[in-house]
């Protein structure tokens, strides 16, 4: 006769193998500090969305409603081919793990600048992104109280070797997607079941993300995806900018949608087109956060228009944010809902107007919401409840 003591000793070795491992890939540590960031010449791996290196995250960066939060760095592909390195962030919940793994929500931050310091991975009180990261952080830990393991890419180029390519979607919608595969690689508890998640900048590239699941990662469940004001019609967005010509904000976002082009398109010329006062400026864009671009000191002194040159074609440049960030084209099978507040000044809502009714007639399969009196900040907490009633019906 089995004694009770051994079956139950035979019971707990049981349970363990039954239950996936938590964090048992075996991945380099890789150097404290920046050195992080950068890869070896070789990047290790063959495909992307393989991991190339991980390590225990702290301060600002680092989710207080984590079970854990490593960072990481993964291997993706930019629009050229080319496999690049990327960082991001992987954030556990706490709690009893449901059966079948902790369901994922890939988070898309907005705009914090192009400049290395700028990624949310590097997040600190003193960080002068600070303000354009820390805004999301109650909503990210909300969604891990649910019981949403949260992974958050940085993207190409932010952080990372090379130029950030802004507001390009298919190299942004990739780090939204093999951020997951990195995750899942590092942690064997975290299921394939996956919303996709975003904010301005990252509403757009979640959106694209959405569209490229099916064929980039088939072995992902995407449940659905929340866009909250993302940005689009950038074409015609350049189309208007010799008519705005009071100093504004819009300076530093013109300024660093430039710059994309100008690392994605260099066919377009960007250069070309700017004025004296953008050329004095231009240089900033590489080495400045977003929150510094907006002051006076910086682009927020200049109207959009006195950075662009009298004269100057900007058919080029249309043509090139067309081609490459026309995201009102895309086509998604997966629900969507997009979230947007009113009195957004950065997202105009007549933009994501636009935007929705484009999604219908591509029977894209969409929930439209608007939030009156909401600004582009304030619609991520907004529509806090509904995006999380959303996420819940979908998972």
Not at 217 to 222: D, G
């Amino acid at each position: 006769m089995v004694s009770p003591r051994l079956l139950l000793v035979l019971a707990a070795l049981g349970a363990a193998c039954a239950a996936p491992a938590a964090a048992s890939a075996k991945v380099p540590a890789g150097p404290a500090g920046v050195k992080f960031y950068t890869p070896p010449n070789k990047l290790p791996g063959k495909t992307h969305g393989d991991l190339i290196r991980a390590r225990k995250l702290k301060g600002a960066a680092a989710l207080k409603a984590a079970s854990s939060n490593e960072l990481v760095l993964y291997r993706s592909t930019s629009a050229d081919g080319k496999a690049v390195a990327v960082s991001g962030t992987v954030a556990i919940p706490k709690g009893k793990m449901p059966k079948g793994g902790w369901p994922i929500i890939s988070w898309g931050h907005g705009t914090t600048g192009i400049a290395d310091q700028c990624a949310p991975s590097r997040d600190s009180a003193s960080n002068p992104a600070h303000s354009y990261i820390a805004y999301a952080y109650p909503q990210l830990n909300g969604y891990l109280k649910a019981g949403y393991a949260v992974v958050q890419t940085d993207y190409q180029g932010l952080g990372t070797p090379g130029t950030h390519r802004f507001l390009v979607g298919v190299p942004e919608g990739r780090s939204v997607l093999d951020m997951v595969r990195a995750a899942r690689k590092l942690d064997p508890r975290l299921s394939k079941k996956v919303a996709l998640v975003g904010h301005s900048q990252g509403g757009q590239s979640v959106l694209y993300a959405a569209s490229l699941a099916p064929k980039w990662t088939p072995e992902l469940k995407i449940r659905g995806t929340v866009a909250f004001a993302p940005v689009s019609h950038l074409s015609e967005q350049a189309a208007i900018i010799p008519g705005l010509t009071a100093p504004s904000s819009l300076s530093a976002y013109a300024g660093i949608i430039l710059r994309g082009v100008d690392s994605a398109a260099p066919k377009a010329n960007v250069s070309s087109l700017l004025s004296a006062k953008g050329k004095a400026l231009y240089p900033q864009t590489l080495t400045k956060c977003q929150a510094d671009l907006v002051k006076p000191n910086s682009f927020g002194a200049v109207a959009p228009a006195d950075l662009i040159r009298s004269g100057a074609d900007l058919k080029p440049l249309e043509q090139a944010l067309a081609a490459r960030d026309d995201v009102e084209s895309v086509r998604i099978k997966t629900p969507i809902q997009i979230d947007q507040g009113t009195d957004d000044m950065t997202v105009f809502p007549t933009f994501t107007d636009d935007l929705a009714t484009q999604f219908e007639a591509r029977k894209n399969p969409l929930t439209y919401l608007k939030y009156d009196g909401v600004t582009h900040g304030g619609v991520v907490k907004a529509a806090n409840k509904n995006a999380l009633a959303f996420l819940k019906a979908r998972f």
